[in-house]
């Protein structure tokens, strides 16, 4: 089973590696501090949907769900047991 | 390798300055808002790009400056400061806007949400000469989309912004090869229309039109989970202001007054349009978001 914090790397990997995008940790606000834009959102989606086989529905979203790494690997774990 | 002044805001801009780099040219400085939230001031950052802040397109010395550290291109990306026009013809092949919008005829502000709002079934993207006019120069490149009907201003700003890049691409591959090859393209001023910071029908809901004039409204300033430029519009309905965050068309025909509650369904209400049903299925009641049928529990009259 993978941790939360497993989960919390993939995504900061996720961050550097195809958004280009240094998080500087789990906790940071990605809203307030820039890292995270609409363009950067909906590219995200994309591969978290990818890579973790979970569909996203833009429409349910709200922005406190992307506030941080840590808020979105709840998402993605919630995503994750309701699939 | 080309050295450009990337003058930006949003998310675009950040993409731009990213694609610059990638593309192997150099980032003289980066002019952007000072604010912390302010994705392309981020990315400069991470870059190690300079960051000045809007206020040194102002200053009189910046035009030299901008010819002193050798600029080729300025490039403006979703900002809207104004340049004046020493500062335009300083680089050394010209400055050029990226706009969200086809020219001449979808110039100004929020583009996307006005071709929405008027039920376009395609839109572009422009990367145009900057001169003192605005939207107005000549025409370099440009790109041409379909709008589907389940775009709203979120999703059609997005697609501008990609079919931008792919611009921006064309634009520095045509400039470091030979910057003479760049097109130019004059505007023709009679099909000009430019949109100010006016929201369409003063931000409120108007029943007795068709539906699908009021559901393209509804999308046009659509950009959840993001703020609206326009916010979501605003009606009274069964007694109740409040503002419709998300409908649909129904395709069923309707005769009952317009603006009156039909049903309520699955999270939804169906409220009347002049000619067809509109299913409501998000509002916002008192600045909170939540269904429509929750908002609208009985059928009554508006």
Same mark, same amino acid.
């Given at each position: 089973?993978? !941790?939360?914090?497993s989960l919390q790397d993939l995504i900061t990997a996720i961050f550097s590696e195809?958004?280009?995008?240094?998080?500087?940790?789990?906790?940071?606000?990605?809203?307030?501090?820039?890292?995270?834009?609409?363009?950067?959102?909906?590219?995200?989606?994309l591969r978290l949907e990818e890579r973790f086989g979970i569909s996203i529905n833009l429409e349910s979203m709200e922005l406190e769900h992307f506030r941080s790494v840590e808020r979105i690997a709840l998402l993605v774990e919630r995503e994750r047991q309701a699939a | 390798?080309?050295?450009?002044?990337?003058?930006?805001?949003? =998310?675009? =801009?950040?993409?731009?300055?990213?694609?610059?780099?990638?593309?192997?040219?150099?980032?003289?400085?980066?002019?952007?808002?000072?604010?912390?939230a302010n994705p392309v001031r981020r990315a400069a950052l991470d870059l190690g790009v300079p960051v000045w802040g809007e206020e040194v397109a102002k200053h009189p010395g910046f035009a030299e400056a901008v010819r002193r550290i050798g600029v080729d291109l300025l490039l403006n990306?979703?900002?809207?400061?104004?340049?004046?026009?020493?500062?335009?013809?300083?680089?050394?092949?010209?400055?050029?806007?990226?706009?969200?919008?086809?020219?001449?005829?979808y110039a100004g502000l929020n583009a996307p949400s006005w071709a929405i709002y008027h039920g376009e079934t395609t839109h572009g993207s422009t990367l145009h000469w900057m001169d003192a006019r605005i939207d107005a120069g000549e025409i370099a490149y440009e790109a041409r989309?379909?709008?589907?009907?389940?775009?709203?201003?979120?999703?059609?700003?997005?697609?501008?912004?990609?079919?931008g890049m792919s611009l921006l691409d064309r634009l520095l591959a045509a400039a470091s090869e030979d910057a003479r090859s760049v097109p130019r393209l004059p505007q023709d001023p009679s099909r000009r229309r430019y949109f100010g910071r006016r929201v369409p029908q003063e931000g409120?809901?108007?029943?007795?039109? !068709?539906?699908?004039?009021?559901?393209?409204?509804?999308?046009?300033?659509d950009y959840h989970p993001f703020p609206s430029p326009w916010?979501?519009?605003?009606?009274?309905?069964?007694?109740?202001?409040?503002?419709?965050?998300?409908?649909?068309?129904?395709?069923?025909p309707c005769g009952a007054p317009?603006?009156?509650?039909?049903?309520?369904?699955?999270?939804?209400?169906?409220?009347?349009?002049?000619?067809e049903w509109v299913r409501v299925t998000r509002v916002s009641l008192g600045g909170v978001a939540t269904d429509a049928a929750a908002a609208l529990p009985t059928p009554v009259q508006a």
């Amino acid at each position: 089973m993978q !941790t939360a914090n497993s989960l919390q790397d993939l995504i900061t990997a996720i961050f550097s590696e195809e958004l280009y995008v240094e998080v500087p940790s789990p906790a940071t606000d990605l809203l307030q501090g820039g890292y995270l834009d609409s363009l950067r959102m909906v590219e995200l989606l994309l591969r978290l949907e990818e890579r973790f086989g979970i569909s996203i529905n833009l429409e349910s979203m709200e922005l406190e769900h992307f506030r941080s790494v840590e808020r979105i690997a709840l998402l993605v774990e919630r995503e994750r047991q309701a699939a | 390798m080309l050295s450009v002044l990337l003058i930006a805001r949003e =998310g675009a =801009g950040a993409q731009a300055l990213q694609r610059i780099r990638r593309a192997g040219h150099a980032v003289a400085a980066t002019v952007t808002a000072d604010e912390a939230a302010n994705p392309v001031r981020r990315a400069a950052l991470d870059l190690g790009v300079p960051v000045w802040g809007e206020e040194v397109a102002k200053h009189p010395g910046f035009a030299e400056a901008v010819r002193r550290i050798g600029v080729d291109l300025l490039l403006n990306v979703h900002s809207l400061a104004v340049l004046p026009a020493e500062v335009l013809d300083a680089p050394r092949i010209g400055s050029f806007n990226l706009h969200p919008g086809p020219l001449p005829g979808y110039a100004g502000l929020n583009a996307p949400s006005w071709a929405i709002y008027h039920g376009e079934t395609t839109h572009g993207s422009t990367l145009h000469w900057m001169d003192a006019r605005i939207d107005a120069g000549e025409i370099a490149y440009e790109a041409r989309f379909p709008v589907e009907e389940r775009d709203t201003g979120l999703t059609l700003s997005l697609k501008c912004a990609r079919a931008g890049m792919s611009l921006l691409d064309r634009l520095l591959a045509a400039a470091s090869e030979d910057a003479r090859s760049v097109p130019r393209l004059p505007q023709d001023p009679s099909r000009r229309r430019y949109f100010g910071r006016r929201v369409p029908q003063e931000g409120r809901l108007d029943w007795s039109r !068709t539906a699908r004039e009021v559901v393209d409204f509804v999308r046009a300033c659509d950009y959840h989970p993001f703020p609206s430029p326009w916010d979501a519009p605003a009606t009274r309905v069964a007694g109740r202001e409040l503002r419709v965050l998300r409908a649909a068309r129904t395709h069923v025909p309707c005769g009952a007054p317009p603006g009156s509650v039909g049903r309520s369904e699955g999270g939804a209400a169906w409220i009347a349009a002049a000619d067809e049903w509109v299913r409501v299925t998000r509002v916002s009641l008192g600045g909170v978001a939540t269904d429509a049928a929750a908002a609208l529990p009985t059928p009554v009259q508006a």
